[in-house]
């Protein structure tokens, strides 16, 4: 039982460049989420996706789209990354979306330059 | 919308009692999350007050006053391993409590 998993780990990205961070769980959980944390703050919630199917905007959802591929994955895509986006990516996942207990990946640690 | 309040850090020694707190202000509340984070590492949930007083898991404890919009995590017997950041959460009214608002974060120091 892997829980939720990430990849890349890592990630260093030119302006203008994209990419697709992708993210799994297997623990057949209904409900997936994609935060940012900068230095020094909590996280941020960019998308989330409350079952299988549906997504919607999150706190700051500017420069990012979002896939719900099948109930497992739920994906991040940066179309023109910029260095505002120099972050900490996390996935999360729930069982419902009013779970409160909220599991989350290793998360991925993007530069862009 | 909703805003959480933290001390942004907190130093005590190995053995001694802490206490985190956290205030938040809420157009609708669903409970109150804590979580903690390891440098590098990722958040991991500890405790959730659905309702007024103390629920305790082990060495951790967490409170809750709705009318006061207050919360705090008490760690007791600290030991070198709970260095490291505690979060609050509450539930966002918007889209029906659809999803969490993190507090910044309390980092805490165990010294020896």
């Known amino acids: 039982n892997a829980g939720v998993t990430q990849t890349p780990k890592f990630q260093v990205l030119k302006t203008g460049q994209s990419m697709t961070l992708q993210c799994a769980q297997d623990?057949?959980?209904?409900?997936m989420y994609w935060y940012r944390q900068d230095p020094g703050m909590g996280l941020r919630l960019i998308y989330y996706s409350a079952s299988e199917g549906t997504t919607d905007k999150g706190e700051v959802p500017n420069g990012y789209n979002v896939s719900r591929l099948n109930k497992r994955e739920f994906s991040l895509r940066l179309e023109s990354a910029a260095p505002s986006q120099t972050s900490v990516y996390f996935c999360a996942s729930s069982e419902e979306p009013r779970s409160y207990e909220q599991y989350f990946g290793p998360g991925t640690r993007l530069t862009v330059t | 919308g909703q805003s959480l309040e933290q001390p942004s850090e907190v130093t005590a020694v190995e053995g001694a009692i802490v206490q985190i707190n956290c205030t938040y202000q809420t157009s609708g509340f669903y409970g109150l999350s804590w979580y903690q984070q390891h440098d590098g590492g990722a958040p991991t949930f500890l405790s959730y007050n659905g309702l007024d007083g103390l629920e305790e898991t082990g060495r951790f404890s967490s409170f809750l006053s709705r009318s006061d919009s207050y919360g705090y995590l008490l760690l007791q017997e600290l030991q070198m391993k709970d260095s490291a950041s505690y979060f609050c959460?509450?539930?966002?009214?918007?889209?029906?409590?659809?999803?969490?608002?993190f507090g910044p974060g309390t980092r805490l120091s165990v010294l020896p």
């Open positions: 959460a509450v539930r966002d009214r918007d889209n029906y409590g659809q999803n969490f608002v």
């Open positions: 623990m057949n959980h209904n409900s």
